[in-house]
């Protein structure tokens, strides 16, 4: 039986309270508190512990919990818009149709968890880790991913667009459909990923590692890919028109029906070992 919006953030509280004597459970949230009419709101759970518990719709606008533990909790469409969230645990929760719109969630461990539809724009999730998680249709514009680590991660119809991703390693990702269109990705690894019909127009992925990454039908016009790394790649009628390749690296790279017009290829190591020619 499905438990009251009372119960519930009354049982989170007390379990935060049992755990770490941070919570605080009253009819106000002026003092951090937990309000009876189903929103927490500004309140202070930090360290707080809520494993498994079914927090569906709830509301956390604003509220501190760092170092929060949310692992394997239901949490369907709650709401941690401007929460902070530095350091907490939301390993494999169910985190579909959330709301993390400019939350602060540094070193937050995501590994495992459901981002279906979540919004996540403008958040920070810098060195947070979100390995195996399912971003598909995921909404991340402008966010901080730098030295995140997203391997294995999900992102069928996702939106990273100018989302900051430098140093995020990427491994081993499954990007279907998905938009990175002016995502600033310097030296981001995506060794082995699986990047098919997405768009990187305007990116920059410079210095960035794609080696042994199957990339096929997408959009990089424009992009720049200045030195990177694609050895061993399975690149395939994608769009490369007008993208900088300067000394990126291709051996063993495995290249057909690109479009390449007004691309360039300057000291660039090619397939057949012989090197690429600059664009005057």
């Known amino acids: 039986m499905k438990t009251s919006s009372l119960e519930r953030y009354i049982a ?25 009419d189903g929103s927490c709101r500004f309140c202070d759970l930090r360290h707080g512990q809520a494993k498994g518990a079914d927090l569906s719709g709830t509301r956390f606008q604003g509220a501190y919990l760092l170092g929060a533990s949310f692992s394997e909790a239901n949490l369907i469409g709650a709401n941690f ?4 969230l530095y350091q907490s645990n939301f390993r494999r929760a169910d985190l579909s149709r959330a709301l ?23 958040a920070n999730l810098t060195a947070s880790s ?5 971003l ?4 991340a514009k402008k966010s901080l991913f730098t030295r995140a680590t997203l391997i294995n991660v999900f992102a069928t119809k996702a939106d990273f667009s100018y989302a900051e991703l430098t140093q995020a390693d990427l491994s081993h990702a499954q990007i279907r459909y998905s938009s990175l269109e002016f995502a600033m990705a310097k030296k981001a690894v995506l060794s082995g990923a699986s990047i098919q019909r997405s768009n990187f127009r305007g990116s920059s992925f410079k210095e960035s590692d794609f080696s042994q990454s199957k990339i096929y039908f997408n959009d990089f ?58 664009l005057k």
């Open 130 to 134: 979100l390995v195996g998680a399912d």
């Open 12 to 36: 989170l509280a007390l379990a935060a309270l049992c755990s770490s004597g941070m919570a605080y459970a009253n009819d106000y949230d002026e003092s951090g508190a937990v309000r009876i």
């Open 136 to 139: 598909s249709d995921a909404v």
């Open 221 to 278: 016009s424009g992009a720049s890919l200045k030195g990177a790394n694609f050895k061993n790649a399975l690149i395939e009628g994608n769009d490369f028109a007008g993208v900088d390749f300067t000394g990126a690296d291709f051996t063993g790279a495995t290249m057909s029906d690109n479009f390449t017009g007004g691309a360039n290829f300057c000291n660039a190591t090619m397939p057949d070992g012989q090197k690429g020619k600059c």
């Open 100 to 122: 993390f719109i400019r939350s602060k969630l540094g070193q937050a461990n995501l590994d495992g968890a459901t981002l279906v539809a979540a919004r996540l724009n403008e």
């Open 81 to 84: 818009s401007s929460a902070a």
